[in-house]
């Protein structure tokens, strides 16, 4: 089932239009959506990605196609065919194309497409049921093939992994440090205590030098 839709401009990660899942797990959802946005940015650092992409996240696993400097995202279930998801997205390509295709790059705030939903959640409805005869024509469709599109992992997409290797590695140093830091900081306690003992001693003996004159 197609969770969540978003479509998002490629050269700074804005937001244009959106369509969410209209059942319970708005919480859970959230977090996905946060994911998304964050493969956006990822993808208006311009490095070469790929135009079409599968990206295994969670229970779900995101979609998307990049296209005239826009992309179309889905999320959805594991389970949901790969075929009819990115034929979901092209069905949404044309549409937005179609309808804003003079207004995207002008767009200055988040959303400005927000309109685009009611396209969205028809469409969507289109897509529930794969066992529908146009769902199944669609399976069917020699025509349109998605074997040779890439599956990643969304750590691996966004570098978490490599980020928290870094975090891991500065905590370990810093502990490193602060053990080092300790070490001295006792060994000069106890030089320090050494001199006051050796001090409070020559007081102590000058002392007695003193009374041995009085």
């Given at each position: 089932m197609v969770k969540l839709t978003m479509i998002a401009r490629v050269t700074d990660g804005l937001p244009l239009a959106e369509g969410l899942d209209d059942g319970r797990d708005q919480k859970d959802l959230e977090f996905y959506k946060q994911q998304a946005k964050a493969l956006f940015k990822n993808l208006s650092r311009g490095q070469s990605d790929p135009s079409r992409m599968s990206i295994e996240t969670g229970p779900y696993i995101f979609h998307y196609i990049i296209e005239g400097r826009v992309c179309y995202l889905t999320m959805c279930d594991r389970a949901y065919p790969k075929k009819l998801a990115f034929q979901y997205l092209e069905d949404l390509k044309n549409e937005f194309e179609r309808v804003n295709a003079n207004q995207i790059e002008t767009a200055a705030r988040p959303y400005a497409f927000i309109k685009f939903d009611t396209f969205i959640q028809k469409t969507r409805k289109l897509y529930l049921d794969t066992h529908t005869q146009r769902n199944l024509a669609k399976l069917n469709d020699d025509l349109y093939e998605v074997h040779q599109i890439m599956t990643?992992?969304?750590?691996?997409?966004?570098?978490?992994?490599?980020?928290?290797?870094?975090?891991?590695?500065?905590?370990?140093?810093?502990?490193?440090?602060?053990?080092?830091?300790?070490?001295?900081?006792?060994?000069?306690?106890?030089?320090?205590?050494?001199?006051?003992?050796?001090?409070?001693?020559?007081?102590?003996?000058?002392?007695?030098?003193?009374?041995?004159?009085?």
């Open positions: 990643r992992n969304v750590q691996e997409v966004l570098g978490v992994g490599e980020k928290l290797d870094q975090v891991s590695q500065m905590s370990s140093r810093l502990t490193s440090e602060s053990r080092i830091y300790a070490d001295k900081a006792r060994d000069l306690n106890r030089q320090g205590l050494g001199l006051v003992v050796a001090r409070i001693h020559m007081l102590l003996s000058f002392y007695d030098c003193v009374t041995l004159f009085i």
